[in-house]
């Protein structure tokens, strides 16, 4: 590929989909266990 | 090639896919790591730092003398305390004990001290899930506000020997 | 060297030297023998954890459990990586070893201190579970098993530097080393710490053992032990990488997309996924908040950006390769026709769907010092690294194994049949098994708990049923796991003895 | 840095982040200080320092 070119092209779009999926589930689960921690008595 | 030597200058610049992805996780990772240090001083579930070092024969001393001031009662063979809240709880881990059983009253805080008398014990409070680690010659000083009545159990949560599935304390809050 | 010390690979036009070539069967097949050891312990764990089954006694669950953690985790493990370490600085550099009786002597120092700690844990003489926190005491030869192992894990690990010293003075490569070589290079550069640690903790401990010191904090203990419990499993992660680069390149020609990007997610792991250790002292008394904070968010968050940069990289490099090939339709059009049923490829792909979904998503969450309050030594943990270790690391070494049947044996696979089912039977016995765990953990039950119904306690908790549901399927996951595992020992295992010869 | 030897026959300049890269030792230097100062030199400092439970009999 041209290196000029290099910074403008999606080279895997598939896989940058993909990759939306996981972190949109990374930010499910981890705003779950905020919930979890929510419940759970005050204790520092 | 992962499995050749890469051109002489491999140091380019990324495509717009590398860019969009580096850009998004950053600031995710931005995020939940900041969360850490602006929960500590906004939240009120964090990890407790207050600790000391006392021997199993001080903080024995210091449990039989809780135990004497404060019994209300015995369950299954075991003393029953319902500790003034301004005054420092003792709990004690030993194999295969939690002793003894501690009344607390809901909505007020706590200083509840963990030590351990021979191994490591793991102090996990259930139904509620809060889970903390106890060591011998170490006191875990937890400032606790139980907030929802009802009997709570202290399970062990860190393998002590033969006797681990049996360690189990327990906890009311009226 | 004599030229006829070499052979051209025919699949790879690779050159590989002769010793090198038997250093890298010896360790694996080693390797494969302690996983088939600890899947069998690890199996019987599993059925010892569902409820209804509950199969073994209260000593032998303790005792397997222990013998679980030592050969899954750390023999089977290391003794692949060792394989790894020969291939990635001589094979891949087409060059040779430099040292061979330093390899065999680092090999047979494992193996002494592997059957060390088998036969003394098998004794009933080291019930203390993988991480042996004092003052829970073992016998000495357990301690010493361990640090005779460690010396030799150390000089196979110090042979990938010899090797690629060697290398550029022989000009085998002359700026860069190839990625999966330089992934390598950082999972050395962590073993080399990890074992220090170890070395600093294991040797008084095991004078403690002997009575020769009569104290050992039970604190430091924590704090140095985890500077070799969890950088072991940091070494795992790096060689996973770069077996994961490794295996696109080799099965669909995939070269990673950008060096830059993969390199630098490499350089934040050698800098800053070791203080990772932290997660383990989250909710211990001793460290200061600053010190907890510190470690796991301000560092670990950067090597964590590392991981989601090859969670990235690894496949991007796999789409490119198959668009190239001319699979260009529509988004996901290479991702249908990639080489499913190669087992190779399929294990890499399953390996990191495990990894990152399962493994590292909790991961770097029960990691989070809040949220460690209500995670530690639950069952959620275990649920974490069998995401990890399993899931990810073990998949991705099945899959490697693979290759290295015709390239480095030189046999064709037997049963290829099953090969081909092996890595999903496999991955979605991984997957239930730690998906149950976490769920249950969830609920609070604890790990490395015989009886969760408190049989013989002075006071009975009952827990959530929907915890039975969940204890159930972690015997599932375990049967579906230990099939998927047998099919892996008899294809790996009938090929490397009854395959076909292949023709250099 | 001993880049004589590769500047004779090519020009471009090879970028310095990329010479920091291959230089797998001074990675190492990096990869053992880092961990060791920030989580074990420090863990061992802090440990040193916790007091004597003062309400202790």
Same mark, same amino acid.
């Given at each position: 590929m041209a290196d000029e070119k290099h910074g403008d092209i999606i080279e895997a779009p598939g896989v940058l989909v993909l990759s939306f999926i996981f972190l949109i589930l990374f930010v499910i689960i981890w705003f779950a266990h905020l919930k979890w921690l929510l419940e759970i008595w005050a204790v520092e | 090639m992962a499995i050749k030597e890469p051109e002489r200058i491999w140091w380019k610049p990324y495509t717009r896919d590398e860019k969009i992805w580096v850009a998004v996780s950053l600031l995710w990772m931005f995020t939940s790591f900041v969360f850490m240090p602006v929960y500590h001083f906004a939240g009120s579930q964090n990890p407790p730092y207050e600790t000391y070092r006392v021997s199993p024969e001080e903080f024995d001393k210091l449990v039989e003398a809780m135990i004497e001031k404060y019994k209300v009662g015995e369950e299954n063979g075991m003393p029953v305390v319902h500790p003034d809240p301004d005054e420092p709880v003792f709990i004690r881990a030993s194999m295969w004990q939690w002793y003894p059983v501690v009344e607390l009253e809901k909505g007020k805080t706590y200083k509840i001290h963990l030590s351990s008398m021979d191994i490591q014990h793991g102090f996990s409070i259930l139904p509620i899930n809060m889970n903390f680690m106890v060591l011998p010659n170490y006191d875990y000083v937890l400032t606790l506000t139980p907030t929802t009545e009802g009997e709570y159990y202290i399970v062990c949560n860190e393998f002590c020997g033969m006797g681990h599935h049996m360690m189990v304390g327990k906890l009311y809050v009226k | 060297m004599a030229a006829e010390d070499y052979r051209i690979c025919s699949f790879t036009g690779l050159k590989i030297h002769k010793p090198t070539e038997d250093l890298i069967k010896w360790n694996t097949v080693t390797a494969i023998l302690f996983l088939a050891l600890g899947g069998l312990m690890g199996f019987l764990i599993a059925l010892t954890r569902w409820p209804s089954v509950h199969y073994l006694s209260l000593q032998n669950y303790y005792r397997y459990l222990t013998l679980h953690g030592i050969d899954a985790l750390l023999l089977w493990i290391i003794f692949f990586e060792i394989g790894l370490v020969y291939f990635t600085s001589a094979v891949l550099l087409n060059t040779r070893t430099v040292i061979p009786w330093a390899g065999w002597t680092g090999y047979a120092l494992m193996l002494v201190g592997a059957v060390f700690v088998n036969f003394v844990v098998f004794a009933g003489k080291?019930?203390?579970?993988?991480?042996?926190?004092? #003052?829970?005491q073992a016998d000495a030869v357990y301690y010493l098993g361990i640090i005779i192992f460690a010396v030799g894990a150390l000089t196979c690990y110090g042979h990938f530097f010899a090797n690629i010293i060697q290398a550029k003075r022989d000009g085998a490569y002359k700026h860069s080393l190839p990625l999966g070589s330089f992934g390598l290079a950082a999972a050395c550069i962590i073993a080399v710490l990890t074992l220090a640690h170890g070395a600093v903790i294991m040797i008084p401990v095991f004078f403690w053992s002997m009575g020769l010191i009569h104290y050992i904090d039970p604190g430091t203990y924590r704090l140095i032990f985890w500077g070799l419990g969890h950088p072991s499993q940091q070494i795992n992660v790096c060689a996973m990488v770069s077996v994961w680069y490794m295996i696109s390149a080799f099965t669909v020609g995939g070269k990673p997309v950008n060096e830059k990007l993969s390199r630098t997610a490499f350089v934040l792991y050698i800098f800053f996924i070791n203080v990772a250790s932290e997660h383990h002292l989250l909710v211990d008394p001793i460290f200061s908040n600053w010190h907890k904070i510190i470690n796991t968010s301000y560092m670990m968050h950067l090597a964590v950006f590392a991981s989601m940069v090859h969670a990235f990289a690894v496949p991007a490099s796999v789409e490119v390769a198959l668009r190239n090939q001319g699979y260009t339709r529509g988004l996901f059009e290479w991702l249908k026709k990639a080489p499913w049923s190669n087992p190779a490829f399929s294990a890499m792909a399953l390996s990191m769907v495990l990894f990152g979904f399962l493994g590292g998503i909790t991961g770097v969450i029960f990691g989070t010092e809040q949220y460690n309050i209500i995670r530690?030594?639950?069952f959620a943990i275990p649920g974490h690294f069998h995401g990890t270790v399993v899931g990810g690391t073990t998949l991705a070494f099945m899959g490697f194994t693979y290759l290295l049947i #015709?390239?480095?044996?030189?046999r064709e696979l037997v049963m290829q049949g099953m090969a081909k089912w092996q890595p999903y039977v496999y991955g979605i016995g991984v997957a239930i098994l730690s998906i149950s765990m976490m769920s249950a953990g969830s609920f609070g039950v604890p790990r490395r708990h015989y009886d969760i119904t408190f049989s013989g306690a002075p006071f009975s908790f009952t827990f959530d049923p929907a915890i039975d549901m969940f204890m159930s399927m972690v015997g599932i996951g375990g049967i579906l796991a230990a099939i998927g595992g047998v099919m892996f020992i008899l294809v790996a295992m009938g090929s490397i003895m009854y395959g076909k010869r292949l023709a250099s | 840095m001993t880049d004589e030897k590769h500047r004779e026959s090519e020009e471009e300049p090879i970028p310095a982040w990329q010479l920091f890269y291959d230089n797998i030792f001074l990675l190492f230097f990096f990869g053992i200080a880092i961990p060791t100062l920030v989580y074990t030199v420090w863990g061992l400092m802090e440990i040193v320092q916790i007091p004597q439970l003062p309400i202790a009999p």
């Open positions: - | - | 080291a019930d203390v579970m993988f991480t042996s926190y004092v #003052p829970l530690h030594n639950t #015709p390239y480095i044996f030189r | -």
